[in-house]
């Protein structure tokens, strides 16, 4: 029995030390507290790796090129080394895949839903909070050795973006919310005016008149074959932001799914309604909304206001061929609303995070070129690519950036009148937009809730009946798909070495659950000898 005692010595130590280990371990991700050193080290050698997306835009690719070279020449010991991706995706699935390696780059274009993700890994993401505010190398600390933008001079509701669980885990480098890019011809002949604010129930009204065509089944407003009044292009965004209009849940802070709603299922049916007449549809199901607006076969397209330079006429990056483009107004206006005096919309576009490594100094380079990629130069030159806003009020108030936004139509490249009024739209409205809850599932959330609209949409192309039943069943698919049932809490696997604990346990529970039978057996055996 002395054996047994020990064993079950042992497990009572482990029962006792279990919530000392957890709590010591925390779930294996906590990021370490980083420590600013108290200098930069000038004369080692530095080199960085910059992931970054340009969308296969040369001219964004030519002011990362200028960027490298500019923080370069200011800091000749570190070297930046790009590696360009053409989507956000592509970066997400490598920065993943190298985590357990530990071969992630050292600063990193993305998305905050995606870092809350990468925070899983173990000591991956560097918390910036402290980097911010350091004196000497924080935003525009006194021996960062350019001009970089002071914390007062960030957009403060663009920087509160870049914070997970009340940590600043991401800086804001470009943002963009979505616009609706209306043919204004077509509108006014169907004998409608555009309002200064749409809403859902006009732009459904206008695409469902479009529908009507001549003896010939030509569609009346435009004469062609072809007519999409109607075309989202991020139908979660449509989702999310319908939602947020309504004041109806989506997702809370710490992750509890709230899409299942009432109001959930009044906005699949309204878009039930619009697809029945076949005068909405989506980019994943027909194709880029700006290509279909260009050639005359759209009325309204909502895309990303960064999107701007692919919509209109006179389109700079418009992707089909000039035969097929038409001349017309390009009108833009935001998003439909339900409430036109409380505008509400959702605030995007890439953020940059800074991985963590064991030298500090390295980590201190790096964060010293995210600043740079923060500098008007950069965020001006970036910003005027597409429809995009400089996320600085220094970059805002500069007089390069407002001889720029007073110049719209002097072109059609750099001061194309629709990148500008886009670029616009969200500069008068950044009070009106709105980001979701960040934690480790948010991107699979986001996924579900473009899908039902896709779904929908699909299932009416199929001759299918959206109903009751159709809908429960569509609930029943996305929870089980993107796993959200319950509580999606920012971290919610068990750790390593949770795992490996309680598996010691069971291994002892088993260990003495065998030791009592053995001795159990050898008993009887010892009694029927006697």
Known sequence: MKNAKKLLSLLLLLCFMLPMLLSCHGSGNETEHFIT???????????????????????????????IADFEAVYPNITVKMKPFTNYNDIYKEVITNIPTDTTPNVCITYPDHIATYKTGK??????????KDEKYGLGGSEVAFEAPTEDEMVQKFLEEGKIGGVQYALPFMRSTEACY???????KLGYEIPDVLTWDF???VSAAAMEKDEDGNFKVNGQKVLLPFIYKSTDNMMIQMLKQKGAGYSTEDGKIEIFNDTTEQILYMVADAAETKSFTTF??????????NAGQCIFAIDSTAGATWMGSDAPQSDISEDRIVDFETVVRPIPQFDTEHPQMISQGPSICLFNKEDPQQVLASWLFMQFLLTNDV????????????????????????????RSGEDNDLYYSVKLDATKLLLDH????FITPVFNGSADLRNAAGQMIEEVVKGLNRQKTIDDAF????????????????VRQEFDTLPMESVVLLSVLGIVWCCIGVYFLCKIVKNKRQKQKK
């Open 379 to 406: 965020q001006i030159s970036y910003a005027q690519t597409e429809g995009y806003l400089p996320v600085t009020e220094k970059a805002h108030n500069s007089e390069r950036y407002v001889d720029y936004l007073s």
């Open 430 to 433: 950044i009070d009106d937009t």
């Open 203 to 205: 732009i459904f009204e």
């Open 284 to 293: 994943k199901i027909k194709g880029y909304p700006g290509n279909y607006l």
């Open 37 to 67: 050193p108290e200098n930069f080290d000038t004369t080692r050698e530095h080199e960085i790796v910059f992931w970054a997306k340009n969308d296969t835009n040369k001219t964004q690719i030519s002011v990362y090129q200028k960027a």
């Open 123 to 132: 000591n991956t993401i560097v918390p910036l909070d402290d980097l911010v």
């Open 182 to 188: 209306i043919n204004r011809g077509f509108v006014e």
């Open 471 to 486: 809908l429960d069943e569509l609930y029943g698919e996305m929870t089980a798909l993107y796993r959200l049932s319950g």
